[in-house]
């Protein structure tokens, strides 16, 4: 007679993906490559403008968008229950957006007499810069909103 096949049952189970440091969730890495994207797209569109043509266009996107957009995803957040939760900082989220624009102008700047294609050269690395740190510098964006007394339910 064969014997059964006995299943091993010191199976080690293994942390998930987003509790690695060395690796982002996908839900975190994606957003930063298509913001990195859509403002270094932004830029090389720009191509051939003034450096204060091209700031002044991507800042009132970048400073204009992300408020309305946070306006919605409170009312969401707000019909869901979810107002406790953890969420980006819109201020923090700013003045990143702020220092990105300030580089790509410095660099653009400094790239356009020597480097053919500098408003190019500039928006790759602008895409890349938001694409790699933006994940990086997330946790440090997050924030838990407080509930003040004229909010709180009665219980």
């Known amino acids: 007679m064969r014997k059964a096949i006995e299943p091993h049952t010191a199976a080690v189970a293994l942390p998930p993906a987003s509790a690695s440091s060395s690796s982002r969730p996908r839900q975190v890495v994606v957003p930063y490559a298509v913001l990195g994207v859509l403002m ?3 830029w090389a569109v720009n191509h051939g403008a003034s450096l204060w043509e091209h700031t002044e266009r991507l800042l009132l996107v970048a400073l204009i968008v992300p408020p309305l957009l946070e306006r919605l995803r409170m009312r969401r957040r707000r019909r869901l229950g979810l107002e406790g939760e953890p969420r980006v900082s819109l201020l923090r989220l700013t003045l990143l957006k702020v220092g ?3 580089l790509a102008l410095a660099a653009t700047w400094l ?3 020597h480097v ?7 928006a790759a690395g602008m895409a890349v810069l938001v ?3 933006g994940p990086v510098l997330h946790p440090s964006m997050i924030v838990r909103e407080s509930r003040s007394p004229r909010h709180a339910t009665p219980g």
Do not use: E, F, N, Q
């Open 111 to 113: 790239l356009r007499g």
């Open 40 to 42: 270094g797209g932004l």
């Open 131 to 133: 694409a790699v740190v």
């Open 100 to 102: 990105v624009v300030a």
């Open 116 to 122: 053919a294609g500098a408003d190019y050269w500039t």
